[in-house]
């Protein structure tokens, strides 16, 4: 286990110690079962005391790793029968968006999500699961073709934001990320969304206008990266960690807020540490509340999604107050 | 009509040349061609630069006045206040001089009114009330305005100006973006008219929610509309961008406006919109 996550040492070290200690009882015979037994129950307590008590930077640093599992590991993982599908249909095929049809527990659906990169070479193919307008609209277009054919949709948030391109301005990047938010308020079939890692502002939310909005323990969701908020905020943007405290983005915060409903959550350490176990949780709770969706006809799921959303703020409305609060 | 007509920076780099002595009010300077005119003069021409044809951004009252026929603009909403949800450092005391500045409780004034005699739902931002970012209250007061359209059966138009989303409300104001698309998802869908008139500058999420699904999108001339800023593509492609970069001229050649719309022909041109949609239909019977 290497130490890319600083908040991860003290449990290296203690791991190496135990490595440590059960070598030299192997190499010069001595029984040290106590010590080591000792030290694994040690080990558990720091790990706890670790994972229970995670900052807002911490749980960035995790939302952000590597390693972390992306939506194409998920998908075989949630899923079965999983079809592939590409393109836009009016300009290219943007391999930072990933999606087709698949099967939950035996029922078709269509996910779609965003995909980063597994290595640099895949990471520039898929301009580091940043869209470009033609993957917005690749996403709209596969979410239209479930609407059209009352499949529910399931989307997975992973993205640092929309690509800052010149390319993306001169085709549109507003106008795509606009267009979904409207169309995605008018679709007339379950829409579940999972932030799985980091959900980064309106190229976050152009898949994220769900009925329900669920987030990864450890992922985080804001509207602009902490890094872009601390440049902006104090000209420096090495103070990321301090913004990521400010800025409330993880997911216990945003359902304080009511912006999401449910935290699902992970395996200690992280999702990287046990993908499947993970997959697992992620099918459980897609499938719980896709149970209950179904249950609402088509205009009541469109009332029931700009009621989620037409909620969201928190002003104050100073009298002599005109009109009425909603 | 306010007093904050001080002529914003560009990037033209025009603010660095020498100053010459302006008397205060009496008269003002052009951020784009340095054009020095009397306040009088700049003010009987609309804003608009006699020299360039810059146009100097209108805080929402100046643009209401000059759109809107006279004494028909009613206010609605005008108490909303932004809270500090978060509680995020330095937010409070920010908000108050925004207020103080900009004579503004926040960056929107909404309302109803008429122009060129046809009743509309109208909402204009205004920048100089924190950069026109949209937090919770412009949020609700634009979802709320456009719920009174759908009511009323009223046309709406929307001018916009923001920097963008209002950090200092993190998730919830990046929320208003989904709140305002969806409450126009209804209204159109319902047959509602949404004119969207893009000044300058628009960017960020408001370019890429509401202000981007007019069923006619407009812009004044030089407007800056765009999603991500100009300095976050040249550090991400590593290249200068023109100069022309995300202008009004550079979106309608793009294909993402419908017209460029010079200040002095707005309240024409959009009473002209409002004419073509004063009937609905199929129908011969009128003239």
Known sequence: MSVELPFEKPLEDLRKKIDHLKKVGQDQQIDFTEELARLEERYKELEDEIYSNLSAANIMHLARLHQRPTTLDYIPLVFTDFIELHGDRLFADDLAIVGGLAKLNGVPVTVVGHQRGKDTKDNIQRFFGSPHPEGFRKALRFMQQANKFGRPIITFIDTKGAYPGDTAEARGQSEAIARNLREMALFGVPVICVVIGEGGSGGALALGVGNRVLMLENSIYSVISPNGAASILWKDASKADQAAEAMKITAKDLKEFGVIEEIIPEPKGGAHRDPAVQAESIRDALWRHLQELSALEPEQLIEDRYRKFRAIGKFAELAPAMSETP | ?287
């Open chain 2, 1 to 287: 009509m306010g007093t904050n007509a001080a002529p914003n920076k560009t990037e033209s780099g025009a603010e660095e040349r020498p100053k010459r002595e302006i008397p205060e009010g009496l008269m003002n300077r052009c951020s784009k061609c340095g054009n020095i005119q009397f306040t009088k003069e700049l003010e009987k021409n609309l804003k608009v630069c006699s020299t360039c044809g810059h146009h100097f951004r209108l805080n929402a009252w100046e643009r209401i006045a000059m759109t809107v026929d006279e004494g028909s603009f009613a206010e609605i909403d005008a108490n909303l206040v932004s809270e500090d949800p978060l509680e995020f450092p330095g937010y409070k005391k920010k908000l108050a001089q925004q207020t103080e500045n900009s004579g503004l409780k926040d960056g929107i004034v909404t309302g109803t009114g008429e122009i060129g005699g046809f009743p509309v739902a109208i909402g204009v931002m205004s920048f100089d009330f924190f950069s026109g970012s949209m937090g919770s209250v412009i949020g609700e007061k634009i979802a709320r305005v456009i719920e009174l359209a759908g009511e009323k059966d009223l046309p709406l138009i929307l001018f916009s100006t923001s920097g963008g989303a209002r950090m200092q409300e993190s998730i919830l104001s990046l929320m208003q973006m989904a709140k305002t698309s969806a409450a126009l998802a209804k209204f159109q869908d319902h047959g509602g008219l949404f004119i969207s008139v893009f000044t300058d500058p628009t960017m960020g999420g408001v370019s890429a929610s509401f202000a981007s699904l007019g069923d006619y999108n407009l812009a004044e001339p030089g407007a800056l509309v765009g999603f991500a800023g100009r300095i976050v593509i040249e550090q991400t492609i590593r290249q200068k961008l023109p100069d022309n970069f995300q202008t009004a001229e550079f979106n309608l050649k793009n294909g993402q406006l419908d017209k460029v719309v010079h200040r002095k022909d707005m309240k024409s041109f959009l009473t002209k919109l409002l004419d073509m949609h004063a009937v609905k239909g199929v129908r011969t019977d009128v003239r």
